[in-house]
């Protein structure tokens, strides 16, 4: 069974850059796998904030950027806020109809 | 604006069927543009998918809940369904209809681009 891996928790400094990851536990990410991004606070749904690897939903503030890093999928917020505490997902598509979702990285912004 | 409204028991005893359905409106569930998904997610944890449907009625699920889940839609009625069957309390979670889309300005996309608010499904005798 593919298994997509996100660092369970990152913290980041008020106006700090953090990088979030997305890889797999065999193989690459590459733009194939349509990496999309998801933001999500306490008791609500998931906010869509990346598809296709780099373009930003409807919406987004541009500080949020999605990229292809080595191996993996990225997800950067630059000039972080307090708003930006949040779980962020992200999903990689497999192709024939089949989505993977990684585990989640939880954010502190303090 | 589409907006997903998931609908269902609440509560379902161990060895049963979970029974759910999303409702769309502010669009067509025909449109050929997009798949139509369920996601559940357990208390304290990450986001599982269960499983697409197109309006064909084409389905794939995830490996790992196949053998249990079914997906269904009701164009008549704008609607699409998820029964889970022979459920545990490992089961118990909210449960989310999402929208897939396929392509934006005739690139592949295959993104969940707009989520119902969810809907929490206990397990429990």
């Known amino acids: 069974q593919t298994v997509v891996t996100q660092e369970p928790s990152f913290s980041v400094s008020p106006g700090g850059t953090v990088t979030l990851t997305c890889g797999l536990s065999?193989?690459?990410?590459?733009?194939?796998?349509?990496p999309s991004w998801y933001q999500q606070t306490p008791g609500q749904a998931p906010r869509t904030l990346i598809y296709s690897t780099n373009t930003r939903s409807s919406g987004v503030p541009d500080r949020f950027s999605g990229s292809i890093l080595g191996n993996k999928a990225a997800l950067t917020i630059t000039g972080a806020q307090a708003d930006d505490e949040s779980d962020y997902y992200c999903?990689?598509?497999?192709?024939?109809?089949?989505?993977?979702f990684g585990g989640g990285t939880k954010l502190t912004v303090l | 604006q589409v907006q997903l409204q998931e609908s269902g028991p609440g509560l379902v005893k161990p060895s049963q069927t979970l029974s759910l359905t999303c409702t769309v409106s502010g669009g067509s569930i025909s449109s050929g543009s997009y798949y139509w998904s369920w996601i559940r997610q357990p208390a304290g944890k990450g986001l599982e998918w269960i499983g697409r449907?197109?309006?064909?009625?084409?389905?794939n699920y995830n490996p790992s809940l196949k053998s249990r889940v079914t997906i269904s839609v009701d164009t008549s009625k704008n609607q699409f369904s998820l029964k889970l069957s022979s459920v545990t309390a490992a089961d118990t979670a909210v449960y989310y209809c999402?929208?897939?889309?396929?392509?934006?300005?005739?690139?592949?996309?295959?993104?969940?681009?707009?989520w119902g608010q969810g809907t929490l499904v206990t397990v429990s005798s």
């Open positions: 999903v990689l598509y497999m192709g024939s109809g089949v989505w993977v």
């Open positions: 999402a929208r897939v889309r396929i392509a934006v300005a005739g690139m592949r996309v295959y993104y969940f681009d707009y």
């Open positions: 065999s193989g690459s990410v590459s733009t194939s796998y349509y």
């Open positions: 449907i197109y309006t064909s009625g084409s389905t």
